[in-house]
């Protein structure tokens, strides 16, 4: 009744228990791709974070990188951290945008500024790569370290050293 009533904050919890398994609801991507749309539309930044992810990913409607991008850019340029994050994935592996490193690390640092967890362990796993710069071990933990103090569970085994229990992308 709140997504009716225009309150994207509503719309947009409604798109990730739409979205997610482990709810109790059951699975309905269609859903949870035009309760995104809707969220975005009424102007709640997480929603175009929902949205961005689902057109990624091709959840609920045809994948579109582009229309990903520019979701994932008009939450960040908005304030919404995870879409700065998301934003830095694209062009962490070239989705939907050149590859470009610089930017990532970036994105990634704006996010990890603003408390978001795994915008720090995208920068940790920069720095600990090869990629674009030397590697960094020492910096690499560093961010893990912060990424695991603001609460993203898979950095913590990372900043102690440890070889991460999954290879599943950030999300």
């Given at each position: 009744r709140r997504c009716e009533a225009r309150e994207g904050a509503a719309c947009t919890s409604l798109s990730?228990?739409?979205?997610?398994?482990?709810?109790?609801?059951?699975?309905?991507?269609?859903?949870?791709?035009?309760?995104?749309?809707?969220?975005?539309?009424?102007?709640?930044l997480m929603g175009c974070v929902n949205q961005s992810h689902f057109a990624s990913e091709g959840?609920?409607?045809?994948?579109?990188?582009?229309?990903?991008?520019?979701?994932?850019?008009?939450?960040?340029?908005?304030?919404?951290?995870?879409?700065?994050?998301n934003l830095g994935d694209m062009y962490e592996h070239g989705r939907?945008?050149?590859?470009?490193?610089?930017?990532?690390?970036?994105?990634?640092?704006?996010?990890?500024?603003r408390g978001v967890g795994v915008g720090c362990k995208g920068l940790g796993d920069l720095a600990a790569a090869d990629k674009g710069q030397p590697a960094d071990p020492t910096a690499a933990r560093a961010h893990y370290r912060r990424g695991c103090a603001l609460g993203y569970a898979k950095a913590c085994?990372?900043?102690e050293g440890k070889a991460p229990a999954d290879a599943a992308p950030r999300r």
């Open positions: 990730w228990l739409a979205f997610r398994a482990d709810t109790g609801l059951k699975h309905d991507h269609r859903r949870a791709w035009r309760m995104a749309v809707r969220a975005c539309q009424l102007g709640h959840i609920g409607a045809r994948a579109d990188a582009a229309l990903a991008v520019r979701l994932a850019r008009k939450a960040c340029d908005g304030g919404e951290p995870l879409g700065c994050n939907g945008v050149p590859l470009d490193l610089a930017q990532a690390r970036r994105l990634y640092q704006q996010a990890c500024d085994p990372l900043a």
